[in-house]
C-alpha cells in the first residue's frame, strides 16, 4: 500500500512574512489530516522558519534544490548536510527548470540522489519529456533514459527510498493538464522500468506523483489512476485554500 504523497513546490516565490501566513494557514486545516504524507518546498531562506513552524505537525519541510558535496569551496551552493540540518526530509532533484535553466543533466542528479541518501534526505526525482518530443512520439524513450540516467548505479534498497515526480514539461505553469489517462499510462511505463531495474516488490513500493498544473478541480480524476500516487503542486500550492484542496482530495 503506497501512501500518497503530495507536495507544494513554491519555486522563487514568497516573502518571508507571506510564507509564514502561508503555514500557518496549512498547519489549521491539515495539522491532523494522515491520509496523505504533505511536503512543503520554499525557496531556501525560508527552509529553517517554516521547518519551526512545522514543528510537530504532521507536514514535512523539503528543499528545491542541493549541490552534492557536503562542504567546501562552492559559492552559493548548498549541501545536502545543511538540508538535514535545518530539518529537512526531502530533497526536489532533478526539476524541469532546473535542467532548462542550470544546465542539469542526468548525470548531476545521478551524483545528488546519492549524496542525498547518504545524508538520510528523501530524493523526489523529477522526469518527464518536453511537448516536442511527445509530439515526436519520443515521449517515453525519453523518460526511460532520464529515470535509467538518474537511479544509474544505486541499489534496490536505495530506490526505496526514492519518490519519483513525472512533470511533463508541456503541463507545467500552462493550465494544460496531461489527462488522467495520459498520466497513468506514462506511470505504469515507469512502474514497468522500475520493476526492470529493481524487481517488483520496490517497483511497486515507490511513489510516482504526477505535476504539471494541478488543481483542485482535477487533483481527484488523477489520483483515481492506479499508479498515481500523489502530485507535485506549482502554481496551485501558493495559495492555502486551493493547496489544502489539493491534500484533501487526494486521499485514496
Ligand atoms: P504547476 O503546478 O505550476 O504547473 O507546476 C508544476 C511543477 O513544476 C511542480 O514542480
Known amino acids: ?124 526525482v523529477c522526469i518527464g519529456e518536453k511537448l516536442e518530443e511527445r509530439k515526436k512520439g519520443l515521449a517515453e524513450k525519453v523518460v526511460e533514459s532520464q529515470l535509467r540516467g538518474s537511479l544509474s548505479g544505486l541499489n534496490p534498497s536505495q530506490i526505496s527510498q526514492i519518490v519519483i515526480a513525472y512533470e511533463p514539461v508541456w503541463a507545467i505553469g500552462t493550465g494544460e493538464t496531461a489527462t488522467p489517462q495520459q498520466a497513468q499510462k506514462m506511470h505504469k511505463f515507469i512502474r514497468e522500468i522500475l520493476e526492470r531495474i529493481c524487481g517488483e516488490k520496490i517497483a511497486q513500493s515507490v511513489r510516482i506523483q504526477y505535476g504539471g498544473s494541478v488543481r483542485p478541480d482535477n487533483i481527484r480524476e488523477l489520483m483515481d489512476q492506479p499508479d498515481i500516487d500523489g502530485a507535485l503542486v506549482g502554481g496551485a500550492s501558493l495559495d492555502a485554500i486551493s493547496f489544502v484542496k489539493i491534500v484533501k482530495y487526494g486521499g485514496k
Open 1 to 124: 500500500m503506497r501512501k500518497p504523497i503530495i507536495g507544494g513546490n513554491w519555486k522563487m516565490n514568497k516573502t518571508s512574512m507571506e510564507a509564514e501566513n502561508l503555514v500557518r494557514k496549512l498547519i489549521l486545516e491539515l495539522n491532523s489530516y494522515e491520509d496523505v504524507e504533505t511536503v512543503v518546498f520554499p525557496p531556501f531562506p525560508y527552509l529553517q522558519k517554516v521547518k519551526t513552524l512545522l514543528q510537530g505537525t504532521g507536514i514535512a519541510v523539503g528543499a528545491q534544490n542541493m549541490f552534492w558535496e557536503e562542504k567546501g569551496a562552492y559559492t552559493g551552493e548548498v549541501s545536502p548536510l545543511m538540508l538535514v540540518d535545518v530539518g529537512c526530509r526531502y530533497v526536489i532533484l532533478g526539476h524541469s527548470e532546473r535542467r532548462e535553466y542550470f544546465g542539469e543533466t542526468d548525470e548531476k542528479v545521478n551524483r545528488k540522489i546519492k549524496a542525498a541518501l547518504k545524508f538520510g534526505l528523501r530524493p523526489l
